[in-house]
């Protein structure tokens, strides 16, 4: 038979040329990145808790640096204005943004996220904050909510109503909150005189899934002073 090849020096022989294995492996690196800029996130449990305080008011008790003016207006480190809103995601114009604590009570939001600065690359240019706004939405079922009234000095009364629901891909939220008081303006006095006002705020959060990662949601709001 044929002979059988010795090994050699000759490695260039295929018959004799040692056997060489490259295992090739790679491995994927995600890449997260972490903001360095200071922000705080109030969630609804907090507010809960701040009964009866307006937007404003809870966002110059839990934020360092925020003050608010006689006029009400809120400043974050001297600013005025310099601040953006964010509702479930989309950007609101500076014409409402000035508004924005009358037109959502804080009963109707989820979660609030405050930028007040190195922010994120997807608010662009802000100076001074960036309020993140996430809406109460409704849950599969059936209709459930609340009525709620309550009442204080200086004739104070307050209504509250919530209720929401939903179907298959389809979920709603609605809230009214309607206010009144013979203590609207201060300083406070004995006997107030032309003092009385109320306020009422309407809202609401519809929700429409799309498929996997999209969802179609409109946010409404109706407000009224007297």
């Given at each position: 038979?044929?002979?059988?090849?010795?090994?050699?020096?000759?490695?260039?022989?295929?018959?004799?040329?040692?056997?060489?294995?490259?295992?090739?492996?790679?491995?994927?690196?995600?890449?997260?990145?972490?903001?360095?800029?200071?922000?705080?996130?109030?969630?609804?449990?907090?507010?809960?808790?701040?009964?009866?305080?307006?937007?404003?008011?809870?966002?110059?008790?839990?934020?360092?640096?925020?003050?608010?003016?006689?006029?009400?207006?809120?400043?974050?480190?001297?600013?005025?204005?310099?601040?953006?809103?964010?509702?479930?995601?989309?950007?609101?114009?500076?014409?409402?943004?000035?508004?924005?604590?009358?037109?959502?009570?804080p009963k109707n939001i989820e979660a609030l996220?405050?930028?007040?600065?190195?922010?994120?690359?997807?608010?662009?240019?802000?100076l001074a904050a960036v309020f993140e706004v996430?809406?109460?939405?409704?849950?599969?079922?059936?209709?459930?909510?609340?009525?709620?009234?309550?009442?204080?000095?200086?004739?104070?009364?307050?209504?509250?109503?919530?209720?929401?629901?939903?179907?298959?891909?389809?979920?709603?939220?609605?809230?009214?909150?309607?206010?009144?008081?013979?203590?609207?303006?201060?300083?406070?006095?004995?006997?107030?005189?032309?003092?009385?006002?109320?306020?009422?705020?309407?809202?609401?959060?519809?929700?429409?899934?799309?498929g996997v990662g999209d969802k179609l949601i409109?946010?409404?709001?109706?407000?009224?002073?007297?």
């Amino acid at each position: 038979g044929p002979a059988t090849p010795q090994p050699g020096t000759n490695i260039f022989d295929p018959e004799r040329a040692p056997v060489i294995v490259i295992h090739i492996g790679a491995r994927r690196i995600v890449l997260t990145p972490t903001p360095q800029g200071g922000s705080t996130t109030i969630s609804a449990a907090t507010i809960a808790q701040k009964a009866n305080q307006s937007f404003n008011s809870i966002i110059t008790s839990s934020i360092a640096g925020a003050a608010a003016s006689s006029s009400g207006e809120i400043h974050i480190r001297g600013s005025h204005g310099q601040y953006t809103y964010y509702l479930d995601g989309a950007p609101l114009p500076s014409s409402v943004s000035g508004s924005f604590g009358e037109l959502i009570d804080p009963k109707n939001i989820e979660a609030l996220k405050v930028y007040t600065g190195g922010f994120p690359a997807r608010f662009g240019g802000n100076l001074a904050a960036v309020f993140e706004v996430a809406a109460k939405g409704g849950n599969p079922g059936a209709p459930h909510g609340y009525l709620q009234q309550s009442a204080g000095g200086f004739q104070s009364y307050e209504t509250a109503a919530q209720a929401g629901g939903g179907e298959g891909p389809f979920s709603y939220f609605v809230s009214g909150v309607n206010s009144s008081s013979n203590r609207r303006l201060d300083p406070v006095t004995t006997n107030p005189i032309h003092d009385a006002g109320s306020d009422s705020v309407l809202f609401t959060h519809d929700e429409l899934k799309l498929g996997v990662g999209d969802k179609l949601i409109l946010d409404a709001a109706k407000t009224q002073s007297t």
